[in-house]
């Protein structure tokens, strides 16, 4: 495959596994996965843990994209999702890239389950 094409990543994670890190770790884990305006938006939701794992599998599924593409050392806080009321999520990348991407992301959730898929085309 060449490096420039356009990757893609998946991942799923059980809502209830994220609960679990969020009581058990609190702000560390938090801090270690998602950025201070993720956390926000997804406490100020119904069901804060089915949306903070959501953004988990949408940062795992562009982490994995990334490192199909060549990019190392890839930490999921460096990886934003955003959202605003009735728009789809975008994806901000505060990493130091080998070279600038165009990400997309499209994530899905039920009560126990949270499922992303990322393309990531370089720019």
């Not at 599924?61 to 009321?85: C, M």
């Not at 789809?88 to 899905?108: A, G, T």
């Not at 009560?111 to 720019?123: E, H």
């Amino acid at each position: 495959m060449k490096p420039e094409s356009n990757k893609v990543g998946t991942d799923i994670v059980e809502v209830s596994r994220i609960r679990q890190l969020a009581n058990e770790h609190g702000e560390r884990f938090y801090r270690h996965v998602y950025t201070e305006a993720e956390v926000k938006w997804c406490q100020g939701r119904a069901v804060p843990a089915m949306h903070l794992a959501g953004r988990f599998a949408a940062k795992e599924a562009v982490k994995k994209a990334l490192l199909a593409s060549g990019e190392e050392n890839i930490p999921l806080s460096g990886i934003e999702i955003i959202r605003q009321e009735g728009c789809p999520p975008e994806v901000s990348l505060h990493l130091d890239l080998i070279r600038p991407y165009h990400c997309q992301v499209s994530i899905s959730h039920t009560d126990s389950l949270a499922t992303a898929v990322a393309i990531v085309a370089p720019q």
